[in-house]
Nanobody
Framework: QVQLVESGGGSVQPGGSLTLTCLAS????????MAWFRQAPGTERERVAA????????YYADSVKGRFTISQDNAKNTLYLQMNSLKPEDTAMYYC??????????????????WGQGTQVTVSS
């Protein structure tokens, strides 16, 4: 019953910025890990950023650390991914994901059961 809808993708020049949003419904934020994944053609899906239940702990892939910021507005049931200093290698389909949190930090690594439809991010061409 968890439903995720992404928006905010588009085409930008290298060095530019984009903000992705994920509108979530059917879940309680305190019980779910929320994350952004991305996948380029011919590559494995990569977890680029995640926020743990309560919002006090975040994860960033080394490839985006210092450039991307994940945040959430629980009152609006919205997850954000602020992407700055974008590079061509950031080009990918970006997905919002949610997974039930069972009390272990490992639950927020790969246990994502719900996915949005994806939004395309293209940095130059």
């Amino acid at each position: 019953q968890v439903q995720l809808v992404e928006s905010g993708g588009g085409s930008v020049q290298p060095g530019g910025s984009l903000t992705l949003t994920c509108l979530a419904s059917g879940y309680t934020y305190s019980l779910y890990c929320m994350a952004w994944f991305r996948q380029a053609p011919g590559t494995e899906r990569e977890r680029v950023a995640a926020v743990y239940p309560g919002g006090g702990l975040t994860y960033y892939a080394d490839s985006v650390k210092g450039r991307f910021t994940i945040s959430q507005d629980n009152a609006k049931n919205t997850l954000y991914l602020q992407m700055n200093s974008l590079k061509p290698e950031d080009t990918a389909m970006y997905y919002c994901a949610a997974g039930r949190y069972g009390g272990s930090l490992y639950d927020c690594v790969n246990n994502y059961n719900y996915w949005g439809q994806g939004t395309q991010v293209t940095v130059s061409s």
